[in-house]
């Protein structure tokens, strides 16, 4: 996909929302942490639903810890994958008090020695929490690149990597949040809304649906 094509897309992006964000509720760093944790294999709106009961007891390391295993798989249990999660948590929380004085890292390397956060998750909590041009390859934002053709990658990393060189340095901290929405909206997995679609002129997607 060439430059000018790249440029149009997330100029219209932006203009159809200037300000994109996570649709995960969060009031913290740490917060958002636990919500994306939760947020693997699950959806944005089961995972609010969890923690908008369980951030009302316990919203900080300590008091997550002080919930034990137990006490906090009685918040998350609706979700996919809660007791490993829950494990995750704990250990992340105990982590965050012994080394990082209960407060969210924001480098990645710190991130990632988080239990349950791989480059993914850090790269979200780099992006929204503080600010860094960063993009968190998830399933849609996979999808979106491949199928559009504006970075092709057989791996996450390799999509990552992609879209960090040809984005425009402009756009490059909410494109994430603009391809997220994007996949999981409009250029959805099985049958993709075409004739919907803000960028469909552009998208080089060659079996564009023509009726929605």
């Known amino acids: ?9 997330f100029a219209r992006f932006q203009k159809a929302s200037e300000k994109p964000t996570t649709e995960l509720i969060y009031h913290s760093p740490f917060e958002l942490l636990i919500a994306v ?28 810890l002080s919930l034990g295993e137990a006490g906090l798989k009685r918040y998350v249990k609706t979700i996919g994958l809660f007791n490993s ?15 990082h004085h209960s407060q969210v890292p924001e480098d990645r390397a710190a991130l990632e020695e988080l239990p349950g956060v791989g480059r993914k998750t850090a790269n979200v909590i780099l992006n929204t929490c503080f600010g860094q041009p960063v993009i968190a ?15 092709k990658g057989k791996t996450p990393l390799a999509v990552e990597l992609q879209l960090m060189k040809v984005i425009p340095k402009k756009y490059l901290h909410d494109a994430h949040h603009w391809l997220i929405l994007h996949g999981r909206y409009t250029c959805v997995a099985r049958k993709p809304h075409c004739p919907n679609c803000l960028i469909k002129d552009l998208c080089e997607y060659p079996d564009k649906t023509v009726t929605d």
């Open 85 to 99: 999660k829950s494990a995750n948590i704990i250990k992340t929380c105990q982590l965050l008090i012994d080394k």
């Open 137 to 151: 390859v998830d399933t849609h934002i996979f999808r979106v690149a491949n199928r559009i053709g504006l970075a």
């Open 37 to 64: 944790i939760l947020s693997a294999q699950a959806t944005d709106v089961s995972v609010n639903k969890a923690t908008a009961l369980l951030y009302k007891v316990a919203n900080t390391p300590e008091k997550i």
């Open 1 to 9: 996909m060439n430059k000018h094509k790249i440029e149009e897309i």
